[in-house]
């Protein structure tokens, strides 16, 4: 059964960092094209950053480009979010999701209904 199961999230003061995780299973390794959204407590789900299957490509919102960065372990395929210079606008539930293939040239990456596999989410708190 397909499966992304993100962890790594949790309370942090401003300017602290995190790393999160998102493990797949289940899917085929060939479409693992991963995107990082992250939804706040009465606001829209949006797009964090975004890795494609080779790990070649990554794509970023401005809001945290500089901040953040999206990586993934060749042999696992997990991916991560490595989270620096938190702030408390990142408080948020983070979920991982998988892109649905086939993977065009010409895409979206922060298109919610483009993916099809949704991890539970996990939940990041950036307070003093």
């Known amino acids: 059964q397909p499966q992304l199961m993100e962890s790594g999230g949790g309370s942090v003061q401003p300017g602290g960092s995190l790393r999160l995780s998102c493990a797949a299973s289940g899917l085929d390794p060939n479409y693992l094209f991963i995107g990082w959204f992250r939804q706040a407590p009465g606001k829209e789900r949006e797009g964090v950053a975004s890795i494609t299957t080779s790990g070649r490509n990554a794509y970023y919102a401005d809001s945290i480009k500089d901040r953040f960065t999206i990586s993934r372990d060749g042999a696992s395929g997990t991916v991560f979010l490595q989270m620096n210079s938190l702030k408390p606008e990142d408080t948020a539930t983070y979920y991982c999701?998988?892109?649905?293939?086939?993977?065009?040239?010409?895409?979206?990456?922060?298109?919610?209904?483009?993916?099809?596999?949704w991890g539970q989410g996990t939940k990041v708190t950036v307070s003093s």
């Open positions: 999701a998988r892109r649905r293939p086939p993977y065009t040239r010409s895409f979206v990456w922060t298109t919610l209904a483009d993916y099809d596999y």
